[in-house]
């Protein structure tokens, strides 16, 4: 079974760029999450998707950051302009289950964006 | 907000001497998760606790869940090279969102 998948795996841009990460979660799962990891640190959560719908959004700074998930499967998030302070890798998990059910809670990971802003 | 507390930050070892790492939140909790992330990778999900006391086993690794559910802690017994990395505990908090601690680094040392 193949797992999460992400790409590109390493991105590097000036400040006031854009740029755009894209995400395959595991074929079945309807919970995606899209998650901000600075270096030291625990995964933050930026958004998070159950099938097609944006569930819970409210640590995504919406001013320059938005996402979709198209048809419930693969997901992008974007950031226009970027800033200097968006240095981090954005990690994409999936879970099959829907909030409150029993494989809720245990996510896969894919192997990370990270992105460096200059 | 809801947050859990990771103790300690890093952990320096010996290969073979054990490992431990605790969470602390100072309010119940209904579950709680432990990851594991190897340096540079993303991290991998090890196990849930949901039941008040609860012990569970893998191997080395041993979990458990405090009486209250307000603290959790794992413990490896016999530390190898293939355990360096950063453990990770979390917990659903009532929005499901999964609130995750700082991390525990476990450096075995040369």
């Known amino acids: 079974e193949a797992g999460v998948v992400q790409s590109p795996r390493y991105k590097i841009i000036e400040k006031k760029q854009p740029v755009a990460f894209w995400c395959n979660p595991i074929?079945?799962?309807?919970?995606l999450y899209w998650y901000l990891q600075n270096l030291g640190q625990g995964p933050e959560l930026l958004i998070r998707y159950e099938n097609e719908e944006a569930v819970d959004d409210s640590q995504l700074p919406k001013d320059r950051f938005s996402a979709e998930r198209l048809k419930g499967v693969d997901s992008t998030l974007k950031i226009q302009p970027a800033e200097l302070g968006d240095s981090a890798v954005y990690l994409c998990?999936?879970?099959?289950?829907?909030?409150?059910?029993?494989?809720?809670?245990?996510?896969?990971f894919g192997p990370g964006t990270r992105l460096t802003v200059l | 907000g809801q947050q859990v507390m990771q103790i300690p930050q890093y952990q320096h070892v010996q290969e073979g001497e054990d490992f431990t790492t605790y969470c602390n939140s100072s309010?119940?909790?209904?579950?709680i998760q432990w990851y594991k992330q190897r340096p540079g990778g993303h991290p991998v999900f090890l196990i849930q606790l949901v039941k008040s006391g609860e012990v569970k086993k893998q191997k080395r690794l041993t979990f458990q869940f405090g009486e209250a559910k307000k603290n959790s802690s794992l413990h490896i017994t016999a530390t190898q090279t293939t355990d360096v990395g950063t453990y990770f505990c979390?917990?659903?908090?009532?929005?499901?969102?999964?609130?995750w601690g700082a991390g525990t680094k476990l450096i075995i040392k040369p």
């Open positions: 998990a999936s879970s099959l289950g829907l909030a409150g059910g029993p494989s809720y809670n245990e996510q896969f």
């Open positions: 309010t119940t909790l209904s579950n």
């Open positions: 074929s079945g799962h309807n919970t």
């Open positions: 979390a917990f659903s908090a009532s929005n499901y969102q999964l609130i």
